[in-house]
């Protein structure tokens, strides 16, 4: 095979062939993945799940991660925080032409590791060559099915006054991790991105909480974007402890230089959940025996007061409105 992608790669002919036995087969193949126009699965109980996105982080490998181990996080999660087992991918991706064929299959290696730790398959795929400069690297975009366990009715819209609120482990670290993989501010520190996939910390909690309300994954716009739109959506108030909420000292760090609220800054491995009070202890002890969620905390709890407002006391005991969330700061982050 050559060295970089070209546009024969994307024609269909048999460049196109030998990319997809030699690079995706090795690395994401299942006995559902043919050759044939769709896959063919049985067909699951119950009531099924889907979700899509599209993935076009720059740069496309930073600390913790790379745009594949993402594009399956991204939508594993979206399906889990519906209370869904996923079970089935699909990955479409436009390469430009002149990308290198080692870097894909780096791409391909880590999406192929992560489906195996979140236990769903990847059972069709397309792959378009772009030509120089139509698009930047690579662009991926997942679908993703699963399947939800009767009785689990999670939505935005389900937070009720009292709910406690649990975020899984300290925010902010994938877009403080993006921002100094940019190397715009010339600060050095070691920030790893959480992007994980979270299916198995969703299952554990349901297990103790099977009436849990809301879950969301607090991508693109943080975990303070997730509170807002909770609000919203269920008509509700929420207070938050600024002290409760966990963020990493190197996230403290970076955020305190450059004057950004981690809140607001991106995770990829972090959800924010809505449970009722009582279940609200067992839901962090079962949160905290599952690999990515070890940080879980409560930050806080609905109210039905200050409706569509998150109000955020501070760690001298003021209270202060967390700020609407405001204008994207950082492009292209997942
Ligand atoms: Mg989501």
């Known amino acids: 095979m050559s060295d970089v992608i070209t546009l024969a790669h994307g024609s269909g002919g048999r460049k196109t062939s030998e990319l997809i036995a030699e690079l995706f087969k090795k690395n994401l193949g299942n006995e559902y993945f043919t050759a044939d126009d769709a896959a063919v699965m049985p067909k699951p109980e119950g009531r099924i799940a889907m979700s899509t996105d599209g993935f076009i982080v720059s740069p496309w490998e930073f600390n913790g991660g790379n745009i594949g181990k993402l594009s399956i996080c991204g939508t594993v999660n979206d399906l889990a925080c519906m209370g869904a087992k996923p079970l089935y991918l699909t990955c479409s991706y436009i390469v430009e032409e002149g990308f290198p064929v080692e870097d894909l299959e780096k791409i391909a290696q880590a999406m192929g590791e992560t489906c195996r730790k979140a236990g769903v398959k990847i059972v069709a795929g397309d792959t378009k060559v772009a030509g120089k400069g139509q698009v930047d690297k690579v662009f991926i975009t997942t679908a993703g099915v699963g399947v939800i366990a009767d009785g689990v009715n999670l939505s935005g819209a389900n937070a009720k006054p009292g709910d406690k609120i649990i975020v899984t482990g300290d925010v902010g670290r994938h877009g403080t991790c993006i921002l100094l993989a940019r190397d715009e501010y010339g600060i050095e520190a070691d920030v790893k991105s959480d992007c994980a996939p979270l299916w198995d910390a969703v299952e554990a909690v349901l297990a103790v909480c099977p009436e849990m309300h809301v879950i969301r994954d607090a991508t693109r716009g943080g975990v ?100 609407q969330p405001g204008n994207e700061l950082l492009p292209r982050i997942c």
């Open 224 to 323: 303070g974007t997730v509170l807002y739109e909770i609000c919203d959506q269920s008509g509700v108030g929420i207070d938050i402890s600024s002290e409760a909420v966990p963020v990493a000292p190197e996230v403290r760090g970076v955020t305190g230089m450059l004057g950004l609220e981690p809140l607001y800054l991106a995770c990829e491995g972090t959800m924010v959940m809505f449970c009722p009070a009582e279940y609200a202890d067992k839901v962090v002890e079962a949160l905290k025996q599952t690999e990515h969620a070890k940080g879980a905390a409560v930050i806080g709890e609905v109210t039905a007061e200050n409706k569509g407002r998150v109000v955020m006391t501070t760690s001298i005991g003021g209270k202060t409105y967390l700020p």
